[in-house]
Structures are given as structure tokens and as C-alpha cells.
């Protein structure tokens, strides 16, 4: 029988130039949905993991989408919480030879930004699951949304799951107020396995 993953994240509607056009010089963009623990879930359930991404997503034609994408990956949304005016936007202008990657975000008060202790029924999402695996950008993005996860750790490692955290810091989202080192310590002394770098370490 398959293990039971659960990731906890914001996944957003991603937009990018075709090619290598920057965002200046595009009319079009190629439209695709994606986040980190999103990201860990599908790749889960493709190697035939039983994998449910937790997250909020407005209740409308794109979180209908976004949705369906994940679907269509085997991934089991049975738990996302619907509500909240919208889903979190990011452009991503591809690098080419000596120019870098950009990204611009566009998620602020997104549906996953405004959840709140209480939406998510983590006792019954933890039930018959084996490890619980959230990332840095989630607490990033709102005191709420790290009030989440802090709610969602402690509730795993009180249900028994092994407990994973990829620090990925992101100075980027690190602005609603307190710094990335006092809300992730309480947080990651909560994780069995901590995935990270120098640089997130130190930040």
C-alpha cells in the first residue's frame, strides 16, 4: 500500500512570456499553475505515492482550474479549502545566456494568504497518513499563513507523521513583519527532516 504524503503550500497561477521574450516585449503569456508543495505532491504521485496537497483556493473558474491541473496528476485535492477573493499570481520571465530568471509576485491577500487557524480539518486529513511535508515560502507569505502551518506541524507530530520542512528562504516574502529566523525556529523544531542550504540556514 502507498504511503501517505500531505504537503501544505500555496500554489498560484503562473504566467510567463513564450520563449525567452521578456515580460517587456510579450503581448501573450503561457498560462500554468504551480508552488512548491504543490510541486512535491504531483512528483510524489507520480512515482505512485497516495500524495494530498492541502491548500485555499477561491471559489471560482480558476481555482476550479488549478484544480483540475492538479487532478490530472493524480494528486488528491479532497482537502483544499475553498474560499477568499483570490488565487496568488506570479510572472516569471525565463533567463537566457548571461541574464538571470525574474519573477514578479502578484500575492498579496490571495485566498492561501488569508487562511486562518480552524479552515482545515488537520485531525482528519492526518488520519492513516504517514509524513507531513511544508516549505519556507508558506509562513512567508502572512502571520496567518504561518499561524497555519505552525497549527499543521504541531498537529502532525501529535498524530505521529514524520515531519519535513524545506527551509527555502525567500527575502522576497519576508514583509508582514517579523523576521524569517523568529517565526521559522519555532516551526522547524517541529520537523524531523529539514532540507536547506548556507544561505537558508543563516537567513
Same mark, same amino acid.
Given at each position: 500500500m502507498p504511503n501517505k504524503v500531505v504537503?501544505?503550500?500555496?500554489?498560484?497561477?503562473?504566467?510567463? %512570456? %513564450?520563449?525567452?521574450?521578456?515580460?517587456?516585449?510579450?503581448?501573450?503569456?503561457?498560462?500554468?499553475?504551480?508552488?512548491?508543495e504543490a510541486n512535491v505532491a504531483v512528483s510524489l504521485a507520480g512515482f505512485g505515492e497516495h500524495a494530498t496537497f492541502v491548500t485555499r483556493l477561491p471559489n471560482n473558474d480558476l481555482g476550479d482550474k488549478c484544480i483540475g491541473v492538479l487532478r490530472m496528476h493524480n494528486v488528491d485535492t479532497s482537502e483544499i479549502a475553498r474560499g477568499g477573493e483570490r488565487i496568488g499570481i506570479y510572472f516569471l520571465e525565463a533567463g537566457a545566456a548571461q541574464r538571470g530568471s525574474k519573477v514578479i509576485y502578484d500575492r498579496a491577500n490571495s485566498s492561501a494568504a488569508t487562511i486562518q487557524r480552524g479552515m482545515v480539518d488537520w485531525t482528519k486529513i492526518f488520519d492513516g497518513a504517514d509524513w507531513f511535508h511544508w516549505t519556507g515560502i508558506t509562513p512567508a507569505i502572512s502571520a496567518s499563513a504561518a499561524d497555519v502551518c505552525l497549527e499543521a506541524a504541531q498537529a502532525a507530530r501529535k498524530a505521529g507523521l514524520t515531519v519535513s520542512c524545506d527551509l527555502n528562504y525567500r527575502a522576497k516574502l519576508w514583509k508582514w513583519g517579523k523576521p524569517a529566523g523568529e517565526v521559522m525556529q519555532e516551526l522547524v523544531s517541529l520537523a524531523d527532516v529539514a532540507i536547506g542550504n548556507e544561505e537558508d540556514a543563516e537567513k
Open positions: 504537503t501544505f503550500g500555496e500554489i498560484m497561477l503562473r504566467l510567463a %512570456p %513564450p520563449g525567452f521574450l521578456r515580460i517587456a516585449q510579450t503581448q501573450t503569456f503561457d498560462v500554468e499553475f504551480g508552488g512548491g
